[in-house]
């Protein structure tokens, strides 16, 4: 196992999200726990030591499981991390109650980790709320020794974040993006690589393998693969491509069966990061992925100065690309959605067409943004 410094510590390159147990009847709020057991077995003996986890995953089972698991172990032995659940405004004046709660799941006295979940466009303005205290109350759990370590995830964009940091980025010890080869130019994962560094913040990474999209590819980008690295598997050029990018220090899978665990095990076995050429390809399979399933768009604005609704359309249409690309498992642009105006959604074009007569692109937009609020239930 590759290992990382972090301050006085050296955390596993791969961590074990716990955001992806395997379930018994497709029922996420019934975790399989004897199979879970064997996986934390196998990565304990690995050397994985860096278990993440967070109150709403499996409708809030997954705390209580990790708990129960990682209580045979030494507290010494691993580093645990869990968050508090920003994603539901409605916690924001329960962080004390909620932190407490969590304790008592994970069954520790202290947090190794602790995170600011999910910074983005619709919590961001609570997150900073000092009505709220949470930034006051972690930073005094932090001062007690029952969180070691602060930091935050983000699933907003690079102005979201950059406003988060600089309300609270001082005392930010270390971020968690998602970060992949596919949203290294979707998502402008390079652009939140690049912030990261510049305020000196370690990297985290969700999402390597964006959920399993990339770990199964059109037959003819396997085959561009298998010429450049014969010996490699498909999932784990997603994580030699990590592995390629400075200042990542966890790596964070959701594994949801032996099999995957043991091919990222053999994978972290050691580093073989992508050189130029390689990296290259990979992006480049990436660009021919997003082409084939999102609009073109360049964001040049014409439609909005023709839009007697004065809707945002370079926006709405980056959500659509996000909600077609995740599928099922989009939650992005719902919840970027949140934060736009009532009168600004998809469902407020009116189909007058003003748009679509002036885009370079040739982009029918009133389809696409009528399409886009069917997706959401907005229609």
Not at 226 to 233: G, Q, S, T, Y
Request: proline content about 5%; aromatic content about 10%; overall charge negative.
């Amino acid at each position: 196992m590759i290992y990382n410094e972090f301050q006085d510590k050296k955390l596993s390159a791969l961590g074990m999200g716990c955001m992806r147990f395997p379930v018994l009847d497709k029922d996420d709020g019934k975790i399989d726990v004897k199979t879970a057991e064997e996986m934390f077995e196998c990565a304990m003996k690995a050397g994985i030591n860096y278990y993440d986890t967070a109150y709403g995953y499996h409708n809030g089972q997954s705390e209580i499981v990790v708990g129960q698991l990682l209580k045979k172990y030494p507290r010494d032995s691993f580093y645990l991390a869990s968050k508090f659940p920003g994603y539901d405004l409605a916690n924001m004046p329960k962080v004390k109650e909620i932190f407490e709660e969590q304790l008592g799941k994970c069954q520790v006295e202290y947090f190794d980790f602790y995170l600011f979940h999910n910074v983005c466009e619709m919590n961001i303005d609570a997150y900073l709320d000092p009505k709220y205290g949470i930034y006051d109350y972690l930073m005094e759990q932090k001062k007690n020794g029952r969180i070691r370590h602060l930091g935050f995830s983000a699933h907003g964009d690079i102005d979201c974040m950059k406003k988060f940091l600089d309300a609270y980025g001082e005392n930010m010890e270390f971020c968690q993006i998602e970060l992949n080869y596919f949203d290294y130019k979707f998502q402008n994962a390079r652009g939140k690589v690049e912030l990261l560094n510049e305020y000196n913040i370690p990297i985290w990474v969700m999402e390597p393998v964006r959920g399993g999209q990339l770990a199964s590819l059109p037959d003819e980008a396997v085959e561009r693969l298998k010429a450049a690295r014969p010996d490699e598997k498909v999932p784990a050029w997603a994580f030699r491509f990590i592995q390629s990018i400075p200042n990542v220090t966890v790596t964070l899978s959701g594994m949801s069966n032996m099999q995957q665990l043991k091919d990222n095990i053999a994978t972290y076995e050691e580093s073989r990061p992508l050189d130029k050429k390689e990296t290259e390809l990979i992006l480049d399979i990436a660009d021919a992925m997003i082409a084939k399933t999102t609009v073109s768009c360049t964001g040049c604005h014409y439609c909005v100065s023709h839009c007697p609704k004065k809707l945002d359309i370079p926006l709405l249409l980056k959500l659509y690309n996000e909600a077609v690309v995740s599928g099922s498992g989009e939650f992005i642009a719902p919840m970027a959605l949140a934060s736009i105006d009532s009168d600004k959604q998809p469902e407020c074009c009116i189909g007058c067409h003003s748009c679509s007569k002036v885009c370079p692109q040739q982009i029918h937009i009133p389809e696409i943004l009528h399409s886009f609020a069917e997706k959401m239930g907005k229609a």
